[in-house]
């Protein structure tokens, strides 16, 4: 999960694209940078940190430029080294700049084609840097002569789809021509235009979510389709064109729960609404379980969590209230790296309200339970402040299975739904009760908002995935890898030789 923007204007774009960062922060908050092209140059700036702390004032004066695009990431691949803070840079053909939300499920192979077959060499850990050399190396063959024109830029998405399995949504740029940005076949992670008008003209917005569009008075235009591409010229002539057979929308469901802004719109879904119906359908299934006299106070797990609360409380005729207060200069607990700092930042982050749970029996609402850590501390924070009896309810089914296409939730020991039936993660988290959203339930949450939308991504509640690349194979593979410290290399050797021989089965 990362937030990607970039922006075509007939004025300077770094504080633009600043600011649509900083709007864009909650999906990433481990690096930041920016790249911007002026002439046939580009400049850039990236680090760890937050937004407002990589970039300084000489940052942003050395980053002149109308065109440009930003990143805030956190890491699903490779490491949280600087050095795979985005966007990438590669020098040929033209010069092409690249950030991309989302995760490859096949760039390990890719890797080796680059170098074997492309004579690409790639410097780092990051699938992002491998997406970036197969555009190049496409776009290379795509061109005849020494110009680049709309529809060889197409063709060469077009060939990037046919090699790229997993997702992505990606901005990029090529230098002295203009920005590029293309969505994977599936539509898995978001991405939208929009426009604003100037007296100079026409300008644009591509970004993970709209948010970033509004909040900085861009239109909203339309979501970028599964396998489109879009190229804006620095003329600010906007050409686009699907380069994908058998495209198919398919959006991450987690997106829905957790990941987005509320005050986003994604593939014509409202992510508050969203959540309101989560908390409508997730009242049904209390009241199916619960005698509604033993619960005396509904209270949300802030802030992802509040709509369902509100709305589930407002179904069930049952009293709402703000039970814990949210730290907001706390990161978000799920993104963290390492369960010890995560468990540490759950009592820095929230703080509970004495009154509002002494001696009551409270149902508290969150967006989902993925590890576990946090919904334990949670409950025994409720407890320590006098509620005498504690049910858990989550917006969303049980996570039981490892996400590929971009969240920090590759292996299946760390889902604590894994392998557990509900009454033994209840017993887990200490709760008195435990209430999981049904599967179906979440996905009619979201088309009941947009019934167009009637296939979703939601691998890590049902295990279907919907590339059809993600073998048993490639899940233990990649959770030796990520554990390496505790496996020995040739244990990883044995691993990477039986997935390549499993694909060539």
């Known amino acids: 999960m990362c937030g990607i923007v970039g922006v075509f204007s007939h004025s300077p774009v770094n504080q633009l694209i600043y600011d649509a960062l900083l ?28 937004v407002r702390d990589v970039f300084r004032t000489r940052n942003m004066r050395s980053l002149p430029g109308n065109a440009g695009i930003g990143q805030c990431r956190y890491p699903t691949a490779g490491s949280d080294s600087e050095e795979e803070a ?31 077959n492309d004579r690409r060499h790639i410097n780092t850990a990051s699938d992002s840097e491998v997406l970036l050399n197969v555009l190049a190396h496409e776009i290379q063959q795509a061109t005849t002569g020494y110009s680049l024109d709309p529809s060889s830029l197409f ?22 021509y203009g920005l590029l940005a293309f969505r994977d076949p599936f539509g898995i992670r978001p991405l939208c235009i929009g426009f604003n ?7 644009y917005m591509v970004a993970s979510e709209s948010v970033a569009l509004e909040g900085l008075g861009f239109r909203f235009l339309r979501d970028v389709m599964p396998g489109e591409a879009i190229f804006i010229d ?15 929308l398919n959006p991450c469901a987690f997106e829905f729960v957790y990941l987005a802004r509320p005050d986003s719109i994604i593939d014509g879904a409202s992510v508050y609404a ?77 703080n509970a309200i004495g009154a509002e749970f002494k001696g009551k029996s409270v149902l508290l609402v969150d967006d989902s339970i993925v590890r576990g850590t946090t919904s334990r501390e949670i409950v025994q924070m409720a407890r320590d402040s006098g509620a005498k009896r504690v049910i858990f309810a989550s917006a969303a089914p049980p996570v039981k299975f490892p996400n590929v296409y971009g969240i920090d939730m590759p292996t299946r020991s760390e889902l604590i739904a894994h392998g557990r039936t509900e009454e033994e993660v209840c017993r887990e988290i200490t709760a008195d009760g435990l209430v999981y959203q049904d599967v179906e339930a979440l996905r009619r949450s979201i088309s009941d908002v947009n019934p167009a939308l009637k296939s979703f991504e939601a691998s890590c509640f049902d295990g279907v995935y919907v590339t059809g690349d993600v073998s048993r194979d490639y899940l233990e593979h990649i959770e030796l890898v990520r554990n ?16 390549n021989l499993a694909q060539v089965d």
């Not at 005396?296 to 709402?320: G, K, Q, T």
């Not at 390496?484 to 997935?499: G, H």
Request: proline share 4%.
């Open 23 to 50: 709007l864009l922060q909650h999906r990433g908050q481990d690096a930041a940078g920016i790249a911007t092209g002026h002439g046939d140059k580009f400049y850039m700036h990236k680090a760890n940190g937050l």
């Open 86 to 116: 985005q966007p990438f840079y590669v020098n040929a053909p033209f010069g092409i700049t690249l950030a991309h939300n989302g995760n490859l499920t096949n760039w390990e192979q890719l890797k080796k084609e680059l170098f074997k």
């Open 155 to 176: 063709k060469a998405v077009s060939m990037l789809h046919k090699r790229v399995r997993g997702s992505y949504a990606v901005v990029a740029q090529v230098a002295g």
């Open 197 to 203: 008008e100037s007296d100079q003209g026409t300008e």
């Open 234 to 248: 620095l003329e600010g002539r906007l050409y686009n064109q699907q380069c994908a057979e058998n495209a198919t």
């Open 274 to 350: 969203t959540r309101l119906k989560m908390g409508e359908y997730l009242a049904e299934k209390v009241r199916r379980e619960y005698s509604l006299g033993d619960i005396d106070v509904v209270m949300p797990i802030p802030d992802s969590s509040r709509p369902a609360a509100m709305e589930l409380a407002l179904e069930l005729n049952l009293n709402y209230r703000e039970g814990f207060i949210k730290n907001r200069y706390i990161g978000r607990t799920f993104i963290m790296p390492g369960q010890g700092v995560r468990r540490k930042s759950v009592r820095q982050k929230l």
């Open 484 to 499: 390496t410290p505790k496996a020995s290399s040739e244990d990883v050797v044995r691993s990477q030789l039986n997935l």
